[in-house]
T-cell receptor
Framework: AQKVTQAQTEISVVEKEDVTLDCVYE???????LFWYKQPPSGELVFLIR??????QNEISGRYSWNFQKSTSSFNFTITASQVVDSAVYFC????????????FGTGTRLTVIP | ETGVTQTPRHLVMGMTNKKSLKCEQH?????MYWYKQSAKKPLELMFV???????ENNSVPSRFSPECPNSSHLFLHLHTLQPEDSALYLC?????????????FGPGTRLTVT
């Protein structure tokens, strides 16, 4: 079974619309870390956020916000007032405890923002 | 730029060739990683080095051979590859213990095996 599920393969929105990217994870560990990365057409993944399992506070950074819900094992990412530059593939990732062999990425969600 | 560079950006090689991918990080990080990214598949972690020692090898075929001569440089030596090895190979680094810290990625090497 996949440790990280991003059910939305592709999403298209019109500029200025809000969009939420879903991420569901699976782990039995009590200590774990969740990440979001953005991969623009240039190819390199850009780190967006890290959240540890003990911090359920939602976070807002400009137009980006993240909703961490342990009860539903979800770590969703919302972009408000989307812009064309937000077009990219977005990856959610899970790290269990502090282990090098426990790094799991989802399959990504391709977001296209139409001008 | 994230402070992680990779060369070459594109590589085409035959199945009998030997080539190397290079990664360099300018961030003072202690851990470095190689990933393989194929179409419609999750990112696959291949190798992890922490403080220049290999700490993880996720059942990668021996035709891929990593080398980490110091904490700033990471190589992936390739030989007798197969067409299914064609993919984007990404290098990343992180500050501390693998898994606990966010990773910073390079732009990747697009490898095509003919």
């Amino acid at each position: 079974a996949q440790k990280v599920t991003q059910a939305q393969t592709e999403i298209s929105v019109v500029e200025k619309e809000d969009v939420t990217l879903d991420c569901v994870y699976e782990t039995r560990d009590t200590t774990y870390y969740l990440f979001w990365y953005k991969q623009p057409p240039s190819g390199e993944l850009v780190f967006l956020i890290r959240r540890n399992s003990f911090d359920e506070q939602n976070e807002i950074s400009g137009r980006y916000s993240w909703n961490f819900q342990k009860s539903t094992s979800s770590f969703n990412f919302t972009i408000t007032a989307s812009q064309v530059v937000d077009s990219a593939v977005y990856f959610c990732a899970l790290s269990e405890e502090a282990g090098a062999n426990n790094l799991f990425f989802g399959t990504g969600t391709r977001l296209t923002v139409i001008p | 730029e994230t402070g992680v560079t990779q060369t070459p950006r594109h590589l085409v090689m035959g199945m009998t060739n030997k080539k190397s991918l290079k990664c360099e990080q300018h961030l003072g990080h202690n851990a470095m990683y190689w990933y393989k990214q194929s179409a419609k598949k999750p990112l696959e972690l291949m190798f992890v080095y922490s403080l220049e020692e290999r700490v993880e090898n996720n059942s990668v075929p021996s035709r891929f051979s990593p080398e980490c001569p110091n904490s700033s440089h990471l190589f992936l030596h390739l030989h007798t590859l197969q067409p299914e090895d064609s993919a984007l190979y990404l290098c990343a680094s992180s500050l501390g213990q693998p898994g606990s810290y966010e990773q910073y990625f390079g732009p990747g090497t697009r490898l095509t095996v003919t």
